[in-house]
């Protein structure tokens, strides 16, 4: 019984002390108001893209998003259609597939340029070789959007979450984070709502 009892308060003091520690311990990537800082990524096309190689751009709508995953299908249009609103108005779409090949085949380099072939993606669709940028970032899910800013210091995160918060479908999506987020600074205004829970697969590491 003593030796039951002991366990029993040894078990609670690690748990107390593993959550204090996981209290405090900074999360890691990109917050709200951090200067991201660029990359250089094979594109579909073979050829490495960089955010400083769109010069005329104010900003731009970086999604971590893949083939395989279910979620990322369902916002696949809503991407395209995010691209198609606003790459005009100098916010465009990048796209960043952060998972590892070796553990899902389906998101090779030689799969997404069928997927982007078949979707006629109109944006970078960029491979995270090595898997170096989404940890930068803090991306967890597919997909995962941050909204970037470009200013004189450097492209600022302004939103990092979901696009909508309907996944399933986005006719019934009340809340449209990113579109907001976007039309917020194009107008020179704050950004409404700057952080929400991205929904989706978990990162293939």
Known sequence: MKKTLKFLSLVLIMGALAAFTTADAPAAGYKVGDVATDFSLKNIDGKKVSLKDFTSAKGFIV?????????????????????????????????????????????????MQ??????????????????????????????????????????????????????????????HYVEDAVNALLAGKEVPVKETKAIGCSIKA
Do not use: M, W
């Open 63 to 111: 999604v971590f998003t893949c083939n395989h995953c279910p979620y990322a299908q369902a916002y696949e249009d809503r991407v395209l259609a995010l691209d198609k609103k606003f790459k005009a108005k100098g916010y465009l779409v990048i796209a960043i597939n952060p998972n590892n090949p070796d553990k899902v085949a389906e998101d090779s380099f030689e799969n």
């Open 114 to 175: 069928k997927r982007a072939k078949e979707k006629k993606y109109s944006f970078p669709y960029l491979l995270d070789e090595g898997q170096k940028i989404y940890p930068q970032y803090g991306a967890t899910k597919t997909p995962h959007v941050y909204v970037l800013q470009k200013t004189s210091n450097g492209n600022v995160v302004k939103y990092i979450g979901a696009i909508d918060d309907n996944y399933e479908d986005g006719k019934l999506a009340k809340k």
